[in-house]
């Protein structure tokens, strides 16, 4: 009878290990898709970085130019007032 006992102790046990083994190379591929997903996204981060700093200086540009084309215009809310002028 003890042995029965054993043998049903010893399944149970391979079984927990087993089903340990099994999340563990979940956790480890679910590990892998975040660690590809940061990427992707500083990938991303650093395209919209790019524009942002592009999309920045042409709007220094343009505003330099308005400034010199129209001096009395140089406060901000003037220039929105402007634009919906147009």
């Not at 042995?3 to 956790?27: D, E, K, N, T």
């Not at 996204?41 to 942002?52: I, M, P, Q, S």
Request: proline share 1%.
């Amino acid at each position: 009878m003890l042995l029965y006992v054993l043998i049903g102790l010893c399944l149970s046990l391979a079984g927990v290990a087993g089903l340990q083994l099994m999340y563990m190379f979940y956790i480890d591929r679910i590990d892998k898709e975040r660690k590809k997903r940061v990427h992707e996204l500083e990938v991303e981060y650093k395209k919209l970085l790019a524009r942002l700093a592009e999309a920045e200086s042409e709007l220094d540009v343009k505003t330099e130019m308005l400034a010199a084309a129209f001096p009395e215009y140089e406060d901000e809310e003037v220039w929105a007032d402007l634009i919906d002028e147009r």
